[in-house]
């Protein structure tokens, strides 16, 4: 593939590429269904199991699902093309970040899910009182799942791997 002339133009041309559209477009769907679920959306059919919902669905809850599933398909996407691109036999490389961002994206979601994942106490602690600034939560999941994308859009695009902080000691 050529060099392009800019990142959009760089994301562009890479998500063209059958296997890393289709790796883009499989991401965005699963962590659709993933984070519809969590979200209380839906129900598993016949047993109904699943997240209830105790307010209605409004529409920044469908676009903040809409939203994650976008940035963790492109995330999945360009952290598979930074596996394809290495030069060694480990394709695990990059599984903290990607697993970071997801965890990133599901903690406003739903607690009992991070209380299951996480296996903490923390989230047994009545946080009744956090719940109408559960929007602050979901902007900044929301910013660091796209800056992980944007950043591994970017190390992709220049080959590179620039260090967001600089710790001189």
Partial sequence: MEKSKSLPAFVLNTLRQRKYGLTAL??????????????????????????????????????????????????????KYKADDLKTNSRLAGIGGAAAGFLAATCPACQAVSLTALGTTFFSLPLSPIIPYLWVFRIASLFILGFAAYLTADSAYTKTCKPILKVNI
Wanted: hydrophobic residues 65%; charged residues 5%.
């Fill in 26 to 79: 499989a991401g965005m769907l699963g962590s659709f269904v993933l984070y519809s679920f969590i979200s209380g959306f839906w129900l598993v059919p016949g047993i109904n199991f699943g997240v209830v919902r105790e307010v209605a669905i409004e529409w920044f809850d469908i676009a903040y699902v809409l939203l994650v599933s976008v940035f963790a398909g492109l995330l999945l996407a360009f952290l």
